[in-house]
């Protein structure tokens, strides 16, 4: 049986603010978004952060929000994001933020605290797949300590064993859990240590900056 997708909160080291989502991604997927505390004027509301950026945000609102309107968000305890949505749609607002973030520095958790399983990370670089003697080139899209998600438009079974190659990184063994629109997930057979995939990112937005300087 295809297992379904679970969407959660994506975040991205680009520095764009995330555009509005297809309108499908919400009907086949298991939706687990991480949840905001919301201030615009003297209101205070929760929403959900469906995907985030260095430069900005995209959130389901519960409340009415016109483009233009300031709005602030809490994304770790106490410590408030200053930004103006940009445009509304459905439920989802897009939110620039007044300036960039740090997305490494908002996923690391504090010393004194225990350390979370980390969420995906939006990556969008080369990936290799292999399947028994076969090895598929492909595109990863998005990175977590437990698993990927890879862009993959052949035949591949459910529970398909593969080994996962990306830059920099030693090959991932992982099983392949759903497919879905022309991806699969696949999870990890050991888990990435935290350490490794932080240096790994840190390095893929040092590369990142220096293409884009």
Not at 101 to 109: F, M
Request: aromatic content about 4%.
């Amino acid at each position: 049986m295809n297992e379904q997708p679970v969407e959660t909160t994506l975040y991205s080291l680009d520095d764009s603010a995330p555009s509005a989502p297809d309108r499908r991604s919400g009907e086949r997927h298991l939706s687990l978004f991480r949840v905001g505390a919301l201030t615009i004027g003297d209101r205070r509301e929760l929403c959900l952060i469906r995907n985030v950026s260095a430069g900005g945000m995209l959130i389901r609102a519960y409340c009415a929000i016109e483009p233009g309107e300031r709005i602030t968000i809490e994304l770790k305890q106490g410590e408030p994001i200053h930004g103006t949505a940009r445009w509304a749609k459905d439920e989802c607002v897009g939110v620039t933020f007044d300036r960039p973030i740090d997305v490494l520095a908002l996923l690391s958790s504090s010393e004194d605290g225990p350390r979370p399983r980390m969420p995906r990370i939006e990556i969008g670089c080369t990936a290799s797949v292999r399947v028994g003697a076969i090895v598929h080139r492909t595109r990863a899209v998005d990175i977590s300590q437990g698993g990927l998600k890879v862009e993959f438009r052949g035949e591949i079974p459910l529970g398909s064993e593969v080994v996962v190659s990306l830059p920099g990184l030693q090959p991932c063994p992982g099983t392949v859990r759903w497919t879905c629109d022309a991806m699969i997930g696949i999870t990890f057979n050991r888990a990435l240590p935290l350490a490794v995939l932080m240096t790994w990112l840190q390095e893929r937005r040092g590369g990142l900056m220096r293409a884009a300087g």
